[in-house]
Each structure stands twice: as structure tokens, then as C-alpha cells.
């Protein structure tokens, strides 16, 4: 079982940035598959990023196009926690950000191929 904490949200102007972090419980974080997904008012929750073990200490990013440029993610395997560092947002970033985890192979990048999941943090991109 793994448990999943999400930190970092906030109210941010335009332009701004944020850094939201995932701890996570479990000996096996570094071979986990993690991603950030969000929900804003109203809509269905979206892909924002992943990040999954390819070889000893490499891993790949993969981003949506809302996050492409602006977002980037990065791993601390002995803290066990994922990051996403949040760069010149927008008042559409706003959401609820979700963090996920899966030992499984990831196929797309939708929220069912995921195990685990944060409880969510608020983020608000005033305009």
C-alpha cells in the first residue's frame, strides 16, 4: 500500500510560480510510475505530467500540452517525494492538483491506469 500527501498549493498571481511536492510512503518510490493530474471547477480531471523509472537512476518525463514549457518534474528517491515546479501560470491552471502512483506499466496517460492517489491540493491563479 502506498500513501500519498500532497503539499505546496496556494493562491499565486498570474505569471507566477509554485512548487507543489508528494510525499510518499513505500521501500519501492523509485520504481513507482508518479504523475500529477487536476480537476478545475466543472471539469473532467486532467493529465499534467509523469514521471516512471527507465534505468538505474533515469527516468522520463512526459508532460500534457497545458504543461508543456512551463511545468517541469523532478524526484527525490531518498526523501521519496515528487515535485512540480510550476512556472509562469495561469488563471486555467487553477485546480485541484492530484498526485498518483502505479507499480504497473502505464499505457496512457489517464488517471485509471493509476493505483494510489493523493487527497489534493488547491491551486488558485489569480488573474
Known amino acids: 500500500q502506498v500513501q500519498l500527501v500532497e503539499s505546496g498549493g496556494g493562491l499565486v498571481q498570474a505569471g507566477g510560480s509554485l512548487r507543489l511536492s508528494c510525499a510518499a510512503s513505500g521501500r519501492t518510490f523509485s520504481r513507482y510510475t508518479m504523475a500529477w493530474f487536476r480537476q478545475g471547477p466543472g471539469k473532467e480531471r486532467e493529465f499534467v505530467g509523469t514521471t516512471r523509472w527507465i534505468g538505474t537512476n533515469t527516468y522520463s518525463a512526459d508532460f500534457g500540452d497545458s504543461a508543456k514549457g512551463r511545468f517541469t518534474l523532478s524526484r527525490d528517491n531518498v526523501k521519496n517525494t515528487l515535485y512540480l515546479q510550476m512556472n509562469s501560470l495561469k488563471p486555467e491552471d487553477t485546480a485541484v492538483y492530484y498526485c498518483?502512483?502505479?507499480?504497473?506499466?502505464?499505457?496512457?496517460?489517464?488517471?485509471?491506469?493509476?493505483?494510489?492517489w493523493g487527497q489534493g491540493t488547491q491551486v488558485t491563479v489569480s488573474a
Open positions: 498518483a502512483a502505479t507499480a504497473r506499466v502505464v499505457v496512457a496517460p489517464v488517471a485509471s491506469q493509476y493505483d494510489y
